[in-house]
């Protein structure tokens, strides 16, 4: 019997960290529902047209199943319903957030984008962080949480101690029945990757822009900087990549759920910086 394991949870794409503003979670990240296709306008310094492209959000079990599988919320990987995510058995003593690491980690406050940089006055949606507007929240109290780079873009690992073998509790965000089930376990290895990720196409250079989804006021026209990732913008939308990606979307499921794995999915495992993860505050 095994007395005591190691998790270590990648958080990739669209994920925002919110430290210390949900009670009783120092800790949440939030994946915003990015499922429909969000046209807009930044006036920096002169007007510029985008197009964001849906993102899809997923849970894969590194080790020993490439799948996470909770019939009516995580579908082959895919979470198809919201869905609050945590390891229910983590046993560190505390949440720690290291200065300095051996190895390719990096301190994740020094390292992940702030959300507030972008905006004016940026200020978190009630609806989205606490209260399940979202596609999945997953929920740390104890570990040690860093930053990683893969290739340009910039993401948080956090690893756990656990008593036992790793358990992913999963509760509903949203129920349609009052008489449960409130919550599953269910065993995963010693590797979790969590994400949000779209198709590649030449507007992804603004796929950041989701992370403001999370504001009260969302996406603003007038940005304090563009956004992370960011190198220039067309004077519109690319219309041939939009068109390509959603005739293939049609033919993979959307607006249901993909006829596909997240690994086959391009942008799941996408290393530009525009996929990086961000924090508040």
Same mark, same amino acid.
């Given at each position: ?5 190691? %998790? ?8 925002? *960290? ?10 949440? %990240? ?10 807009? %306008? ?48 983590? /046993? ?24 507030? #940089?972008?905006?004016?006055? =940026? ?13 999945? =929240? ?16 910039? *993401? ?33 290895? /010693? ?25 009260? #006021? ?5 940005? $304090? ?28 499921? =959307? ?10 999915? *391009? $942008? ?11 924090? =508040?505050?």
């Amino acid at each position: 019997m095994v007395s005591s394991a190691d %998790v270590v949870v990648d958080f990739y794409g669209i994920c925002s *960290h919110f430290l210390g503003v949900v009670p009783g979670v120092p800790h949440r %990240v939030v994946l915003p529902d990015a499922f429909a296709w969000r046209p807009g %306008v930044i006036v920096q310094p002169e007007p510029a047209l985008y197009l964001l492209h849906p993102h899809f959000a997923f849970v894969v079990d590194g080790e020993r199943n490439p799948l996470v599988d909770v019939p009516g919320l995580i579908e082959d990987g895919w979470i198809v319903s919201p869905v609050r995510l945590e390891i229910v058995n983590a /046993s560190d003593d505390a949440l720690d957030y290291p200065e300095s690491d051996l190895g390719k980690a990096e301190p994740f406050g020094a390292l992940i984008p702030k959300l507030a #940089s972008f905006t004016q006055s =940026y200020a978190f949606d009630d609806g989205v962080v606490l209260g399940g507007r979202a596609a999945c =929240y997953f929920d740390i109290s104890r570990g040690r949480v860093v930053a990683v780079f893969r290739g340009a873009a910039r *993401h948080a690992r956090i690893s756990m101690k656990t008593s036992g073998p790793p358990m992913l509790r999963v509760t509903p965000l949203m129920s349609h029945r009052n008489d449960g089930p409130f919550f599953t376990e269910i065993p995963v290895g /010693s590797s979790l990757i969590v994400g949000n990720g779209g198709l590649s196409c030449k507007d992804a250079q603004v796929d950041f822009l989701w992370h403001l989804t999370t504001d009260q #006021s969302g996406i603003g026209q007038f940005l $304090e900087s563009m956004p992370f990732g960011y190198s220039s913008l067309p004077k519109s939308f690319d219309a041939d990549c939009a068109k390509k990606n959603f005739e293939r979307l049609l033919d993979l499921g =959307y607006p249901g759920r993909l006829r596909l794995l997240p690994g086959e999915l *391009h $942008e799941a495992w996408e290393t530009t910086a525009s996929c990086s993860n961000s924090q =508040y505050p």
